[in-house]
Structures are given as C-alpha cells and as structure tokens.
C-alpha cells in the first residue's frame, strides 16, 4: 500500500511562490507514476502535473505551464511542487496521487491514480 502526505500549503500573495511536498511511503514508490491536482473552492479537481518514475516524462496542465515545476526525489520518497508567480485563481487545495506500480505513462486524468493524500491548502491572495 502506498501513503502519501502533503505539506508546505499556506497563504501567500499573488506573485509569489511556495513549494508543495508530497512524502511517500509504500512498496512501490520508487515506480510509480505521481501526479499534483488541484480543486479550487466550489469547483471539481482538476489535473496540474504529472511524472514518471525517472522524472523524464514530465507533463503540466496550460494554466501552470512556465509557473509550476514538478520533480521527484525518489531516494527520499518525496514528490515536489514548485510553485512560482502565484494567482488567485491558484487558491484551492492541492493533493498528490499515485499510479499504480504497473502503470509506467503519466496520466491527465484523476480516475488513474490510484492513491491520494489528504491535500494541502493554498491561499494566494491578491
């Protein structure tokens, strides 16, 4: 089983930066596709970014194309998020997910991740 928790959420103003931290524990981490998703107030979950298992397949949604920065330090279990040049509409709760082990493609999508954490909340402020 795999176990995923975020941190490093908090408030910050429109053009700055904070970099989200997704732990990971399990017997699979080390393959697994993860990915960052966002779900601003009132609105569904929708995808950010994603990664493969060696970081060479990388993948961002438009609205945080040249912002955000996802990497991956499998040595530490740990997925990032940078998060740069910040906008209100970037207020919402982010959660990390995984694949499963045996799904080596990044995906778009929240129906193929398989775990998910507990979020983290960023409120950016205009």
């Known amino acids: 089983q795999v176990q995923l928790v975020e941190s490093g959420g908090g408030l910050v103003q429109a053009g700055g930066s904070l970099r989200l931290s997704c732990a990971a524990s399990?017997?699979?981490?080390?393959?697994?596709?993860m990915g960052w998703f966002h779900q601003a107030p009132g609105k569904e979950r929708q995808f950010v970014a994603t990664?493969?298992?060696?970081?060479?397949?990388?993948y961002y949604a438009d609205s945080v194309k040249g912002r955000f920065t996802i990497s991956r330090d499998n040595a530490k279990f740990t997925v990032y998020l940078q998060m740069n040049s910040l906008k209100p509409e970037d207020t919402g709760v982010y959660y990390c997910?995984?694949?499963?082990?045996?799904?080596?493609?990044?995906?778009?999508?929240?129906?193929?991740?398989?775990?998910w954490g507990q979020g983290t909340q960023v409120t950016v402020s205009p």
């Open positions: 399990g017997r699979t981490f080390s393959r697994n596709v």
């Open positions: 990664i493969n298992y060696s970081g060479d397949s990388i």
């Open positions: 997910a995984s694949r499963r082990r045996q799904y080596s493609t990044i995906s778009l999508t929240e129906y193929e991740y398989h775990y």
